[in-house]
């Protein structure tokens, strides 16, 4: 496993953990339990995820240099 990968499979734990964290505090708080936790990701997304997902992506998918003779799609 890369260190990319470790820090996607990370960042999805933190987000599963703060759902649950923001579930509870929802539930606490007379609301729903699923309010909490799209609230967890929508706060989450931003910064988790770009870094960590993009990391990976870019392990997995490194760009191609151009070749010789061949026009930019």
Not at 20 to 32: D, E, I, K, S
Not at 40 to 63: K, Y
């Amino acid at each position: 496993m890369t260190s990319s990968q470790a820090s996607a499979l990370l960042a999805g734990l933190a987000v599963v953990a703060a759902a649950a964290l923001f579930g509870a505090l929802a539930r606490r708080l007379g609301q729903p339990p699923v309010v909490g936790e799209i609230l967890a990701g929508i706060l989450l997304r931003p910064t988790v995820f770009d870094g960590a997902v993009s990391r990976a992506a870019a392990d997995r998918h490194p760009a191609v240099p151009d070749r010789p003779g061949t026009s930019p799609a």
